[in-house]
């Protein structure tokens, strides 16, 4: 169990993004997420590897299950490790309900509509490479969009967070629509 294993020994103080994580409660996906809008610190560098420390988690672990609209029986059984520190207030908070319907908005909206001159130029770069995975650095709408099609995933991310180096592999779909496009 990761919450006993965070418990243990003076280096578990800090932990990696996988464990920070499971500690905050959510996916790791979840958790980048989450740091890009601050509701979790930004990591520390230990070695040339992002770390977090477990005290600065607990504000996000507290975040994130009072968003929760009810909690899992086996979630409400977990027993919460005490805070190390005062109790202030937490400057931080989860996504609004705008966000998230702006979100489900996007995501309706891209499943409506053909692929944009974006996107195109974007599967034109894995067939220009002749790769099925590619890095770029930065926030491309234009990816999400293709990850919403099902077309990409993506597999890595470096720092910094606000321009970070991205890897993006194609799926089978992904493929099949590469296949079919024309050469410039």
């Known amino acids: 169990m990761i919450a006993g294993e965070?418990?243990?020994?003076?280096?578990?103080?800090?932990v990696d993004r996988r464990r920070?994580?499971?500690?905050?409660?959510?996916?790791?996906?979840?958790?980048?997420?989450?740091?890009?809008?601050?509701?979790?610190?930004?990591?520390?560098?230990?070695?040339?590897?992002?770390?977090?420390?477990?005290?600065?988690?607990?504000?996000?672990?507290?975040?994130?299950?009072s968003s929760l609209p009810s909690l899992p029986a086996a979630r409400a059984e977990v027993e919460t490790r005490p805070c190390d520190r005062d109790s202030a207030p937490s400057s931080r908070e989860l996504p609004d309900q705008a966000w998230f319907e702006q979100r489900a908005?996007?995501?309706?909206?891209v499943r409506r509509s053909l692929l944009s001159g974006n996107e195109i130029r974007l599967l034109h770069e894995f067939k220009l490479l002749r790769?099925?995975?590619i890095s770029?650095?930065?926030?491309?709408?234009?990816?999400?969009?293709?990850?919403?099609?099902?077309?990409i995933v993506e597999t890595d991310r470096k720092p910094p967070s606000s321009r970070p180096l991205v890897t993006y592999r194609l799926t089978v779909p992904g493929e099949q629509v590469i296949a079919a496009l024309k050469d410039e």
């Open 105 to 109: 908005s996007f995501v309706q909206r």
């Open 131 to 133: 790769q099925n995975q």
């Open 20 to 65: 920070a994580a499971a500690y905050v409660g959510v996916t790791a996906g979840r958790f980048e997420q989450l740091v890009r809008d601050n509701v979790v610190p930004p990591p520390v560098m230990v070695d040339n590897k992002r770390r977090w420390p477990i005290a600065l988690l607990d504000d996000a672990r507290e975040a994130v299950s």
């Open 136 to 151: 770029m650095y930065g926030y491309y709408g234009s990816f999400e969009a293709l990850m919403v099609r099902g077309y």
């Open 6 to 14: 965070l418990e243990h020994g003076r280096d578990a103080r800090l």
